[in-house]
Nanobody, 123 residues
Framework: QVQLVESGGDLVQPGGSLRLSCAAS????????MAWFRQAPGKQRELVAA???????TFADSVKGRFTISSDNAKNKAYLQMNSLRPEDTAVYYC?????????????????WGQGTQVTVSS
């Protein structure tokens, strides 16, 4: 099986920065994509940023210019650097991975989620 573990969530003041980390472990053959989603109270889970195995990135409009996503493919890790944080960024942040666990043709990728880490932006 595959496990995703997030870390780095905290309470931070508006304008501050945080760096979230996600470590994927287990029976991993290939990671196609890793991403960060977030869910605020009473709202649907939304995509924040994603990075493909080739390095292509996608960002939600609300975080463009403030957040960056990166990955360490050798270590099966992904990171979300969050700058200029706003109260509306407050949410539980979830790591997501699109991961193949077996070497087969064609590769079969499945969705995996972490347990989430709380980010609170407040003065």
């Amino acid at each position: 099986q595959v496990q995703l573990v997030e870390s780095g969530g905290d309470l931070v003041q508006p304008g501050g920065s945080l760096r979230l980390s996600c470590a994927a472990s287990g029976s991993i053959f290939k990671i196609n994509q890793m991403a960060w989603f977030r869910q605020a109270p009473g709202k649907q889970r939304e995509l924040v940023a994603a990075i493909a195995s080739g390095g292509e990135t996608t960002f939600a409009d609300s975080v463009k210019g403030r957040f960056t996503i990166s990955s360490d493919n050798a270590k099966n890790k992904a990171y979300l650097q969050m700058n200029s944080l706003r109260p509306e960024d407050t949410a539980v942040y979830y790591c997501f991975g699109l991961i193949a666990t077996m070497n087969q043709a064609p590769l079969k990728f499945s969705n995996y989620w972490g347990q989430g880490t709380q980010v609170t932006v407040s003065s």
